[in-house]
């Protein structure tokens, strides 16, 4: 079956503007993640989403990250007045919470590479 | 709060030779325990996992780890390498409990095979 997807895969961008990113997860998967993949800071985490529970948006750097999920599947995840520092690839991953836990992987998406200029 | 650090960023190692790729982590909770392996270009994929039982854990492409719990570590190690296995690798952990299981990863390690 299909795994998990991102699009774009490559967006540039303008100091300032304003920047989308989306992800498909498997289907099924009721548990998404958002990571951020930088040269300076390594593998961060940055926002979890289960079913229809509140998410988990502790690793969110600043306000001007945020991520919606709608209908439990897509997610989009919005930098606003983007920075240099935002530069990264933003890596989505899901999960099918059933289960005993810990044995249900994340499955990765192959990431959308973000350059802020 | 979780850490987990690897102290290799590259390691260059000779084909068909032995491989031992370190991982140290620190945390105040039970903890599940992760090796990812990202090739260029690509996603992170699941290379083995610890959650519980047998310290040692055989993951895929002939890859395992060791957790040692007194000394925090859950190395990965493989007998001979190949071409193939030219990636990078993550060490990650997360919190062992019916949560959100986000993970915690180290800086991963730059694994170089030399022909």
């Known amino acids: 079956g299909a795994g998990v997807s991102q699009s774009p895969s490559n967006k540039v961008t303008e100091k300032g503007k304003d920047v989308e990113l989306r992800c498909d997860p498997i289907?099924?998967?009721?548990?998404l993640y958002w990571y951020r993949q930088s040269l300076g800071q390594g593998l961060e985490f940055l926002i979890y989403?289960?079913?229809?529970?509140?998410?988990?948006k502790s690793g969110l750097p600043s306000d001007r990250f945020s991520a919606e999920r709608t209908g439990g599947s897509v997610s989009t995840l919005t930098i606003q007045r983007t920075q240099q520092e935002d530069s990264a690839v933003y890596l989505c991953?899901?999960?099918?919470?059933?289960?005993?836990?810990?044995?249900?992987?994340?499955?990765f998406g192959p990431g959308t590479r973000l350059t802020v200029l | 709060a979780q850490s987990v650090t690897q102290l290799d960023s590259q390691v260059p190692v000779f084909e068909e030779a032995p491989v031992e790729l370190r991982c140290n982590y620190s945390s105040s909770v039970s903890v599940y325990l992760f090796w990812y392996v990202q090739y260029p270009n690509q996603g992170l994929q699941l290379l083995l996992k610890?959650?519980?039982?047998?310290?040692l854990v055989k993951g895929i492409n002939g890859f395992e780890a060791e957790f040692n719990k007194s000394q925090t570590s859950f190395h990965l190690r493989k007998p001979s390498v190949h071409i193939s296995d030219t990636a990078e690798y993550f060490c990650a952990v997360s919190d062992a409990w019916f949560g959100n299981e986000k993970l915690t990863f180290g800086t991963g390690t730059r694994l170089t095979i030399i022909p």
């Open positions: 610890y959650l519980s039982g047998s310290t």
């Open positions: 289907s099924g998967h009721t548990a």
């Open positions: 989403f289960q079913g229809n529970s509140a998410p988990d």
């Open positions: 991953a899901s999960r099918n919470r059933g289960g005993t836990s810990g044995n249900n992987e994340q499955f």
